[in-house]
């Protein structure tokens, strides 16, 4: 087997002089996974990894020899892709195991990817040219080479490799094109040098659509509305309207919405749906967050129709969101609708879908429907919080349903329910201005028994209802008084 370090004639790409070779200080230096964070691997890998670590490079192949281990093909790919930050000591590895058992071309690349990786780069050409020699050149190891300058910012040494491909073997197919362009965009901030490339390079190798969602998603990641609009009707012009392309319409809807154009994206979206073509997931998702903090019912069901329509499958965090702005405008109807819709999408509700609705018919006080809904919340275990219980037992009292109102006080009794002081107190007020009283006294009793807090202004609000009843019920509400003073003194 040739050694990685050893001469060929083949030239190099070479980094022009006046440029600093070294990464710029504003890239953080990578951490790379090692064998520590995959505790199932083998006792033989485990063993060399460890060796990598513990070892100098000068005598980890002494140290290997004596290990006494014969690697196998997987063992050679485990152990590389555990060692990129020994270098060094992992292309002694390779040497050493490679007299055991021919490398893989899976092995070779990732002989590459460390390389390169750790800015080892005259090396790691040195190793392609080995690759050469043994026919096993492919258009990922250079996606390797690609991602590696990318990463280290030297961006005209990934694009002089990609112009030396078809002289190592490797044809210049839009695979590659794409592979070039997606470690491009990937870094913050150059979607420049990826446009120049794509520029000069479009007319020999046809763009497909995943060049185009790679371009569009590296504007979006810029937020640049103006360049995303022009790269998608290039797009739309060169390779037409197809529903394969959903990555590169979600990226470009997702831009419109984030640059707050969401009339737009929306318009844009019908076109699409007229094309029968759809973004994914990812827009409506995104574009459902706007909607919701903008509070906008009109647009939001639209946009969910047409999501819903063209197969897309929401979950519950969408749904509730979906849901939480129907509530928050009075849109019950609605509410409704896709509370019995979720479930027919896996979708099942939660304390939080009830509680929206829930708390939406108390504003509106909707008496029998607070009713007949809160039966179905506790039936399917998901009851109200304590602030809506409150809630709706004020608003049940105060729109003459007060059997209703004692039904859910009682529910929270029987249940435990953390917090009972609010509730109480509403509880006892309602009555009292409904001229309950023999009640009141009743619950004040049971209450005070529970040790639940009755507010110093319920008192209050109490007293004068009792005292007008008569001698009877105001010598009922001093003895209330005496047990309430005694139980805040304990």
Not at 79 to 86: E, I
Not at 340 to 363: K, Q, W
Request: with cysteine; net charge negative; charged share 25%.
């Amino acid at each position: 087997m040739e050694t990685i370090a050893e001469n060929h004639s083949t030239k190099l790409p070479r980094k022009p002089q006046n440029q600093p070779r070294s990464i710029p200080n504003n890239l953080q230096p990578q951490r790379f996974p090692t064998h520590h964070d995959a505790p199932d691997i083998s006792p033989t890998v485990r063993i060399l990894c460890d060796l990598l670590t513990r070892i100098s490079p000068h005598d980890i192949e002494s140290a290997l020899s004596s290990t006494g281990v014969i690697p196998t093909s997987d063992d050679i790919q485990q152990v590389l892709g555990f060692s990129y930050n020994q270098p060094l000591s992992a292309i002694k590895f390779f040497r050493w195991a490679g007299c055991f058992v021919k490398p893989s071309a899976y092995a070779w690349n990732l002989i590459v990817d460390l390389l390169g990786k750790n800015q080892s780069f005259e090396p790691m050409w040195d190793a392609m040219r080995s690759m050469k020699q043994e026919g096993l050149l492919s258009t990922t190891t250079f996606g390797s080479v690609f991602s590696s300058y990318c990463i280290a910012h030297r961006f005209s040494e990934a694009t002089m490799s990609f112009d030396v491909m078809d002289r190592y073997g490797v044809e210049q197919d839009v695979v590659a094109v794409n592979s070039l362009l997606s470690a491009i965009c990937h870094e913050d901030n150059q979607m420049s040098v990826a446009i120049e490339f794509f520029d000069k390079i479009k007319m020999k190798i046809p763009p497909d659509g995943d060049t185009f969602a790679i371009l569009l998603e590296g504007w979006e990641k810029e937020g640049n509305l103006a360049k995303a609009k022009n790269t998608f009707g290039e797009m739309v012009v060169r390779v037409g309207w197809s529903p394969k392309h959903i990555s590169a319409y979600d990226a470009f809807l997702t831009t419109l919405v984030r640059g707050s154009q969401v009339d737009e994206a929306l318009k844009f979206l019908q076109v699409m749906k007229k094309n029968d073509c759809l973004p994914g997931l990812k827009f409506f998702s995104n574009t459902l967050d706007i909607l919701v903090k903008q509070n906008d019912s009109a647009q939001i069901i639209p946009l969910w129709d047409t999501m819903v329509g063209g197969g897309l499958v929401p979950n519950l965090i969408m749904y509730n969101a979906l849901i939480s702005v129907l509530c928050n405008n009075d849109d019950v109807h609605d509410a409704f609708r896709f509370l019995d819709e979720m479930t027919f999408h896996g979708a099942f509700p939660d304390s939080l879908t009830y509680n929206m609705i829930f708390h939406c018919l108390v504003r509106n006080k909707m008496v029998r429907e607070v009713g007949k809904f809160f039966v179905e919340m506790t039936k399917n275990e998901w009851p109200p919080t304590s602030s809506n219980y409150a809630a709706a037992i004020k608003m049940l009292l105060e729109n003459d349903d007060p059997e209703m109102a004692i039904n859910m006080w009682n529910h929270m009794v029987e249940n435990h329910v953390s917090t009972l002081d609010e509730s109480a107190n509403e509880l006892l007020i309602g009555l009292c201005n409904l001229g309950r009283l023999v009640e009141v006294k009743r619950f004040v009793e049971t209450m005070l028994d529970k040790r639940i807090s009755i507010y110093d202004s319920t008192m209050e609000k109490l007293k004068n209802p009792f005292y007008k009843k008569g001698r009877s019920f105001r010598d009922k509400y001093d003895s209330l008084s005496r047990e309430w003073k005694a139980m805040k003194m304990s």
